[in-house]
């Protein structure tokens, strides 16, 4: 069958054309020569493939959140391009730029807040688009290596989002910044120096502001630009998003395809429509945080980290820094990084908890952490002074080691625990240790923001 649009081709207007090199008629000539054409001419099918699963659109696997990170990351870049013509990267410079853009550059103010809600928003997108990844079972072979690019990925976002944080230099950010990277000096040996080396010297200055604006501007995105590029390369080498498959199902031999246009681009362009409408209006009704100009002899009270490093900061309350700084977050690390090498008993695919009793276990450790942290924080808080209690032993072991091999003995009784009464496969129960410690992470991020008062006690949020 001869495809309808090189019958129709000749006749069509020049902007008819154009539009339909981009978004080509939804059908797949059949003859080598003509689908050679087809593709050629095509924008949209030089990056996508041209037929792709039909169990792979269903909008519940993936609710879309890796293309929402892509429009999100461009739409940075777009507004971040605008905010570059008027802003100036120094301590003098840099607060009343930002003045000047709200106040007299037409949509300053608008630009500014689009920027800074759809960096945050990208935050958390890009983590729920790994969770997604996750509790699919989307990082076993062959995509285990796109899942470590990913959390190459995720570390350039919060590298972006913190840089970014320092730009205007006003009290929030000052101290924001001076707070986190004060958090360095406590890894051991290296600490002072990557301090000074992030820093650009002993304090927060104008070395630290131009350091971070050329993060910020020239790294991160350059590094986001590649990394992105390999990501759905990789993805497209996978044969495309995982298909949704239980355990016990074969393999599908050959999975029904439906052409990519319409039926994915469709999809697409309508959650990129929601995404940004929904960005406008709130860029609209909320503006961005800007609070006094930075003022390095009066630190606010109480000095918190941007949100997405509260957790840790909860965790400095509770831990020996060497342990909530270093040695938590780095085991923390190479857990994600190793957990597609795992050799798992089963590897279900693109089902979300990958089975009924992995979602009953994954509920059964939200619920453990949701108990057991609150209770740990509060424990930690009113009742037990393990600092006071032994006296002459080195903080290290008695504010560290100790409650660090208590977390790490419950943790391991948990895995043990769940797996054997539920007789699950190390598959379910590393998914419900996972759920264990994102409920717990979860917790102390929230208690970060939302409990913690003056001289970060613990306080009612109301
Ligand atoms: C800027 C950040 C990121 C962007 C723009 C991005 C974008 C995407 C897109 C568009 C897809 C295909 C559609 C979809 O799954 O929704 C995808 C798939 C994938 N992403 Fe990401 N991603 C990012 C971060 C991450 C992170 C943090 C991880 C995990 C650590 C990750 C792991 C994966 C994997 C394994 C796939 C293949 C999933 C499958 O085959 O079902 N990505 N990503």
Do not use: C
Not at 102 to 115: A, K, P
């Amino acid at each position: 069958m001869k495809p309808q649009k090189s019958q129709s081709s000749e006749n069509l207007g020049y902007f008819h054309r154009i539009f339909q090199s981009i978004f080509p008629d939804p059908i797949i000539p059949k003859s080598e020569q003509e689908r050679k054409r087809y593709l050629l001419k095509n924008l949209i099918l030089h990056f996508r493939p041209a037929t792709i699963p039909e169990k792979t659109l269903k909008f519940s696997l993936t609710w879309g959140l890796g293309g929402m990170a892509v429009i999100l990351v461009l739409l940075q870049f777009g507004t971040g391009l605008l905010l570059k013509f008027v802003y100036e990267p120094t301590p003098v410079g840099a607060y009343t730029s930002i003045l000047m853009l709200q106040n007299e550059v037409v949509f300053g103010q608008l630009i500014r807040n689009m920027h800074h809600w759809s960096a945050n928003l990208l935050v958390l997108i890009v983590f729920m688009h790994m969770l997604r990844v996750f509790f699919t079972n989307a990082f076993h072979p062959p995509r285990q290596f796109n899942w470590i690019v990913g959390l190459g990925l995720f570390s350039l976002v919060l590298i972006a989002n913190f840089t970014g944080y320092l730009l205007p230099y006003d009290q929030l950010a000052y101290w924001a910044v001076t707070v986190s990277t004060g958090m360095l000096e406590y890894i051991p040996g290296l600490g002072v120096h990557l301090q000074e080396m992030v820093r650009g010297g002993s304090d927060i200055g104008p070395a630290t502001l131009s350091i971070f604006f050329a993060i910020h501007t020239a790294l991160v995105p350059f590094g986001l630009i590649i990394l992105m590029a390999f990501h759905f390369w990789r993805t497209r080498k996978a044969g495309g998003l995982v298909i949704p498959r239980r355990p016990q199902e074969d393999i599908e031999e050959k999975p029904i395809r439906v052409p990519t246009v319409p039926n994915l681009l469709v999809r697409e362009v309508v959650t990129a429509l929601v995404l940004l409408a929904f960005i406008l209006v709130f860029a609209m009704v909320f503006n961005a945080p800007l609070e006094s100009k930075a003022n390095p002899g009066l630190s606010p009270n109480p000095t918190k980290a941007p949100w997405y490093f509260t957790g840790i900061q909860e965790m400095l309350m509770h831990f020996h820094p060497s342990f909530s700084l270093f040695i938590i977050p780095i085991l923390m690390m190479i857990a994600l990084l190793g957990l597609p090498y795992i050799d798992y008993e089963s590897k279900p695919s693109g089902v979300w908890f990958g089975s009924y009793k992995g979602r009953k276990m994954a509920v059964v450790a939200a619920i453990t952490a949701t108990i057991a942290t609150p209770a740990g924080i509060l424990t930690d808080e009113y009742l037990v002074d393990l600092a006071a209690w032994m006296q002459g032993v080195p903080a290290f072991i008695s504010n560290g080691l100790i409650p660090f091999v208590v977390v790490l003995a419950g943790s391991i009784g948990f895995y043990i625990l769940i797996k054997r009464k539920y007789s699950a496969t190390n598959n379910e129960a590393i998914q419900a240790l996972f759920v264990l410690f994102l409920a717990s992470f979860i917790i102390l991020t929230a208690t970060g923001i939302w409990l913690r008062g003056m001289g970060m006690k613990l306080m009612l949020p109301f």
